[in-house]
T-cell receptor, first 112, second 117 residues
Framework: DQQVKQNSPSLSVQEGRISILNCDYT??????FLWYKKYPAEGPTFLIS?????DKNEDGRFTVFLNKSAKHLSLHIVPSQPGDSAVYFC???????????FGSGTKLNVKP | GAVVSQHPSWVICKSGTSVKIECRSL??????MFWYRQFPKQSLMLMAT?????????EQGVEKDKFLINHASLTLSTLTVTSAHPEDSSFYIC?????????????FGEGSRLTVL
């Protein structure tokens, strides 16, 4: 049973436009959410996170939104750049980071 | 940021043999490391939580006798795939969390691709 889901396996966006990546979760106990970026043949790298006490966290071009009632979070990248092309995973944690659960990833392609 | 190194990055073995994958935190101490497995086009599946000095905690459905985890020091955790079979072929990734940071951020190794012939 997958507790964190990314229903879009891929997304293609024009350079300069906004990229919106979505993530849904089922476990209401999750209280911390993270986004990771992964290039081929490399381990994921941390991008941005949000605690369940917030509904928005911004870091430069990256903003994560959390809608607890809908059990949904999204990552916005504005403006998108070709270097952003990668696979993005959302992850969720609870119980003081004892476990992390990942979505299946969304492959973002930013076209020049 | 913190560095986690995984070795080997790619290993090919014959069916029935055992393979050990190492995960090291290079510039920090990690009392807890996590082992994940990734199937093609699927999510990172948490296999087990490795705790320094104690037994690993395995997720439901993961055979502890098949996937032996040892976390003998604060900087090293190992995953041994015993009596490997072709269905064990996968991408295995370890991660560690900085104990001093209250962000929950995980640092990942580069991953190890296992191919069992």
């Amino acid at each position: 049973d997958q507790q964190v889901k990314q229903n879009s396996p891929s997304l293609s966006v024009q350079e300069g436009r906004i990229s919106i990546l979505n993530c849904d979760y089922t476990n209401s106990m999750f209280d911390y959410f993270l986004w990771y970026k992964k290039y081929p043949a490399e381990g994921p790298t941390f991008l941005i996170s949000i605690s369940s006490i917030k509904d928005k966290n911004e870091d430069g071009r990256f903003t994560v939104f959390l809608n607890k009632s809908a059990k949904h979070l999204s990552l916005h990248i504005v403006p998108s750049q070709p270097g952003d092309s990668a696979v993005y995973f959302c992850a969720a944690s609870w119980n003081n980071f004892n476990k992390f659960y990942f979505g299946s990833g969304t492959k973002l392609n930013v076209k020049p | 940021g913190a560095v986690v190194s995984q070795h080997p990055s790619w290993v090919i073995c014959k069916s029935g043999t055992s393979v050990k994958i190492e995960c090291r935190s290079l510039d920090f101490q990690a009392t807890t490391m996590f082992w994940y497995r990734q199937f093609p086009k699927q999510s990172l599946m948490l296999m087990a939580t490795s705790n320094e000095g104690s037994k690993a905690t395995y997720e439901q459905g993961v055979e502890k006798d098949k996937f032996l985890i040892n976390h003998a020091s604060l900087t090293l955790s190992t995953l041994t795939v015993t009596s490997a079979h072709p269905e064990d072929s996968s991408f295995y990734i370890c991660s560690a969390r900085l104990n001093t940071r209250d962000t929950g951020e995980l640092f990942f190794g580069e991953g190890s691709r296992l191919t069992v012939l």
